[in-house]
């Protein structure tokens, strides 16, 4: 499968199925999910080729009576939503034998990320032809609206107020009250969080207790998160210990929080302390607990400790992930230094993320160093990951910043022909939705 990835990405204008099936010859059973999964999964970027592969797929094992499951069609909805491209979606959904709440979670979240609210909404009224419109699906469409910042409709389907002015669908018919009171208030107050309006956050806290909703402790992970990450994090070591007081029984989602809080306050030092006392009370830390202390440290240039504490989480289970080494990239200040991590991690078996390539791309361009760059681009491309817009642009820039406009359009070309949006850029002529040349 890894042979398939890599000569798919090997050239930039590889497209259709027909070079897919030469690259896939070698293959002669029927793939499993996850195989699959990999393959859909490198081409996340790039929609057209990924359901090129999807169809193909099917087509060339017709004759055993391949399906696709329905975990990797939730798969390609997503791949589809993220390129807004919708009307394929419930062509695929129409294709799909059962589809099942994961499949319509997908398609709130892709219809909220796009701020198309009223589609997300009328697609909730259309799960009655799935007989999937139920409680389930409407918890799955409040959270979409909360996690991409849409918390004021949130609040409108949910309490009905329209105090806002908010043009939406509010007639939902379904008994509220069935999901859990708490449950409702903890994601509008995610909500308010997941949009940095910290003033609306405490608002909303305090209109928790005026309303009488009992808060529980997912309610005072949320609110302490709020705390910390709102630039008070003394405030959520207090609250912690308030919680301790209230008799809860802490996990480790809490006690996540309060390291990461107390670490910002008091120093990384007083952070191990409590990381100690919770592996005391037998509760054992997760992968987060081993990123957030490599991140105190890291951001203290205490770079032999947090490599120590990356051997101790191996050692206890916990397998580090692309964001353990981007604590190290975001702090490190030598480009050999990062490209030794870059291998390390890559050799440990951590199969680096798009953000991981963005954040060194943008990184190695700030400083000019243009060959860490293709370093880094040519890694990508045989890891089999496509670039989206984000890496391009990175890569543009440092090319236009070292004044290489002809390589920098050459990419830019190659942008538009996957239908991703490059930045307009005065210095290679390329224009603003209005006609004007950027920057004029």
């Known amino acids: 499968m890894r042979r398939l990835i890599s000569i798919s990405h090997s050239s930039s204008t590889l497209r259709g199925p027909s070079q897919l099936v030469q690259c896939y010859l070698s293959t002669t059973t029927i793939p499993d999910d996850t195989t699959v999964r990999q393959t859909l999964l490198s081409f996340s970027n790039d929609w057209k080729r990924a359901l090129d592969f999807f169809n193909w797929l099917e087509h060339e094992h017709e004759h055993e009576h391949f399906r696709h499951s329905t975990d990797t069609f939730n798969l390609m909805l997503d791949i589809l939503g993220k390129s807004f491209e919708f009307d394929l979606c419930w062509d695929l959904i129409r294709r799909m034998h059962a589809p099942n709440h994961t499949t319509f979670r997908v398609m709130f979240k892709r219809y909220v990320s796009a701020h198309a609210v009223n589609d997300a909404i009328n697609t909730f009224h259309r799960l009655h032809d799935f007989h999937l419109k139920d409680h ?3 918890s799955h469409l409040i959270d979409a609206l909360c996690e991409y910042k849409h ?11 329209n105090n806002n002015n908010i043009d939406i669908d509010i ?3 379904i008994d509220i009250d069935a999901i859990g009171n708490t449950k409702i208030h903890n994601m509008v107050l995610r909500g308010w969080f997941k949009l940095g309006w910290w003033s609306k956050c405490n608002e909303f806290w305090e209109e ?13 992970s949320i609110y302490m998160d709020i705390l910390c990450k709102g630039g008070k994090p003394w405030k959520a070591v207090k609250l912690f210990k308030e919680v301790k007081r209230k008799g809860f029984k802490l996990d480790v989602v809490v006690y996540n929080i309060v390291i990461r809080a107390i670490g910002i306050s008091q120093g990384v030092d007083f952070s191990i302390r409590v990381f100690r006392e919770m592996k005391e009370e037998g509760i054992s830390p997760t992968v987060v607990t081993y990123n957030t202390l490599i991140r105190l440290l890291c951001d203290c240039y205490r770079h032999k400790e947090a490599l120590a504490l990356l051997r101790t989480m191996r050692h206890d289970g916990c397998h580090p992930t692309a964001i353990s080494y981007h604590c190290f990239f975001a702090s490190m200040e030598k480009p050999k230094q990062i490209l030794v991590m870059f291998d390390d991690m890559i050799q440990s078996g951590v199969r680096p993320c798009m953000d991981t390539y963005v954040m060194l791309l943008n990184k190695f361009g700030r400083w000019g160093f243009l060959r860490p760059v293709f370093i ?7 890891l089999g990951c496509s670039p989206d817009a984000a890496a391009y642009n990175a890569l543009i820039d440092a090319l236009v910043d070292k004044g290489l406009i002809d390589m920098a359009r050459k990419y830019d070309e190659e942008m538009l022909v996957k239908g991703l949006s490059p930045k307009p850029r005065k210095e290679l002529g390329t224009k603003v939705l209005g006609g004007e040349l950027a920057d004029d």
């Open 136 to 138: 389930t699906s409407f």
């Open 151 to 161: 918390v004021l409709e949130a609040q409108e389907l949910l309490f009905g107020n």
């Open 171 to 173: 007639d939902i018919d």
């Open 208 to 220: 928790m207790d005026r309303k009488g909703v009992r808060k529980d402790l997912h309610s005072y």
């Open 376 to 382: 880094v681009w040519n890694r990508m491309e045989q």
